[in-house]
């Protein structure tokens, strides 16, 4: 079992930057891949970045340059750093701890809400 709580959304200027976090508890973190996820409207949810439990990262293409993802398995965290925001980047970003054994486990954070703007 993983619960996972997020935090850090907000609002934001064009050019601007957020830090959100992710806190992982009831379960053993390291052997989990973390991931950020966004969904803005209309839109599928989509892939920001990707950090296995290997250490292994993977960024969108729209992201890569721009975000940073890190984790901290001491304290059981995941961190998306963001820089460079744009409207585009305006999306509610849910944290993903996901394992594949036997069977897929896959548990997702509340959501938290990004909203770049002038």
């Known amino acids: 079992q993983v619960q996972l709580v997020e935090s850090g959304g907000g609002l934001v200027q064009p050019g601007g930057s957020l830090r959100l976090s992710c806190v992982a508890s009831?379960?053993?973190?390291?052997?989990?891949?973390m991931g950020w996820y966004r969904q803005a409207p209309g839109k599928q949810r989509e892939l920001v970045a990707k950090?296995?439990?290997?250490?292994?990262?993977n960024y969108a293409e729209s992201v890569k340059g721009r975000f940073t993802i890190s984790r901290d398995n001491a304290k059981k965290t995941v961190n998306l750093q963001m820089s460079g925001l744009g409207p585009e980047d305006t999306a509610v970003y849910y944290c993903?701890?996901?394992?594949?054994?036997?069977?897929?486990?896959?548990?997702w954070g509340q959501g938290t809400q990004v909203t770049v703007s002038s």
């Open positions: 009831g379960s053993i973190f390291n052997i989990y891949d």
């Open positions: 950090i296995t439990s290997s250490g292994a990262i």
């Open positions: 993903n701890a996901f394992r594949k054994a036997f069977r897929v486990y896959d548990y």
